[in-house]
């Protein structure tokens, strides 16, 4: 059946995984971070849910391409997809030097929010590093796109596996020092990611330039500036881009202003996030692949199945993250072990524990709202309706 279970979960299920492997990243590079030092671990949430704020808009606007080429694929349009990515490229490209001029502002953030002094020296290293990591996942996005929005969700997933799985192991090497490695704690960290981070991107290059994509679709002919397609996906990707990034920022003020109140507190909220990462990550997948297949449909001028497969995917969404949260409740002494490292061990257990359950019973609530906001938000995306998703942050 158009619409049905069937086609949501083929096109959703690499999504998910793919969105599961960023999770398993980030959730490793803490976990190895709680194992080798206090200040290491308190500075990696921070800086990090930082450095995604400043990066996300930039990529969620090149990952607009994902809709121009889901409505093109749709409609038969083969050189139009090759024209839309080339236009995410071309943005990717310049918002290089963008992100770089972001830098000063990011370091000046973290300096009023008045963290120890430690913690603070290891949180701006490591945002410095994190911030060279933007033109490689803005430019992975625009290029994903390109196989997301005509359902060949498999190659994103294949392709991202390689690249964190490498992340992964340079993560455990460089920041232990291992296999004759320098021992670098936090810096290590950062240049992993860093590294990971363009892999993806010239995996996903080699790819959309083989001899078979230029083939079909013209990739290399196509890869020039055009100015209406341009303008277009500015107009609709930017929205989608300020209500990522003001939606992120939240966090990063909650975070942010959590470093100021103790170490237990801390620790716990780098605890509770780490683990509601892992839970919430896959609901980015199904926003994806419900965004695809409402793009897909209305390209083929059949609303009635893109309205379907818009519901399906929050229904499905909706079921899934209400099981992780009840495991949020009945489980929290078991999240909490699982971080019960060198971090960990600094502060008494039974109040950590207090804390982390307290803002899993938060985070439990929250996961249901949030997951239906970002189905939803990805099926309007797919609509090419950004503007209304943006004026929802307002309300």
Not at 202 to 214: D, G, H, T
Request: some cysteine; hydrophobic content about 55%.
């Amino acid at each position: 059946m158009f619409g049905g279970w069937r086609e949501l979960m083929q096109v959703a299920w690499p999504l998910i995984v793919n969105s599961g492997t960023f999770a398993v990243l980030n959730f490793s590079d803490r976990l190895f971070l709680s194992n080798y030092g206090e200040a290491e671990f308190r500075a990696s949430l921070p800086a990090g849910i930082l450095f995604f704020t400043l990066v996300c808009g930039f990529m969620a606007l090149a990952g607009f391409v994902n809709t121009f080429v889901a409505q093109m694929w749709g409609a038969g349009d083969k050189e139009g997809c090759a024209r839309a990515t080339a236009q995410g490229i071309i943005f990717s490209l310049l918002a290089i030097p963008l992100i770089s001029l972001l830098i000063p502002f990011g370091l000046w953030l973290l300096k009023i929010s008045a963290h120890s002094p430690e913690v603070m020296a290891m949180e701006q290293r490591y945002f410095s590093i994190l911030m060279w990591c933007g033109g490689g996942m803005t430019l992975s996005s625009a290029l994903s796109g390109f196989f997301s929005g005509r359902g060949k969700t498999f190659v994103i997933m294949t392709c991202n596996i390689v690249a964190n799985g490498i992340n992964v192991l340079l993560n455990y090497l460089l920041i232990f020092g291992k296999w004759g490695l320098p021992e670098m704690g936090i810096a290590g960290a950062g240049w992993a990611t860093v590294i990971g981070s363009w892999i993806s991107p010239v995996i996903f290059a080699a790819l959309y330039f083989s001899p078979k994509m230029n083939a079909e679709f013209g990739t290399f002919r196509n890869l020039r500036f055009n100015p209406w397609l341009f303008k277009r996906l500015i107009r609709f990707g930017l929205p989608s881009g300020v209500h990522w990034c003001l939606d992120v920022a939240a966090f990063s003020v909650f975070v942010l202003l959590v470093g100021r109140m103790g170490a237990i507190e801390h620790i716990a909220s780098n605890i509770a996030l780490s683990i509601n990462l892992i839970a919430f990550m896959p609901m980015i997948g199904m926003g994806i692949a419900a965004s695809i297949l409402v793009g897909q449909y209305l390209g083929r001028n059949q609303p009635e199945h893109a309205e379907r497969v818009g519901w399906l995917a929050l229904k499905v969404g909706v079921g899934y993250i209400a099981v992780i949260s009840l495991t949020f409740l009945i489980f929290p002494a078991f999240y909490t072990r699982i971080f019960e490292g060198n971090a960990a061990s600094t502060v008494p257990f039974d109040e950590l524990m207090r804390t982390v359950r307290l803002l899993l019973m938060m985070l439990a609530v929250w996961g249901i709202s949030d997951a239906s906001a970002l189905i939803l938000s990805g099926a309007l995306k797919g609509a090419g309706d950004t503007h209304f998703v943006l004026s929802l942050i307002h309300i």
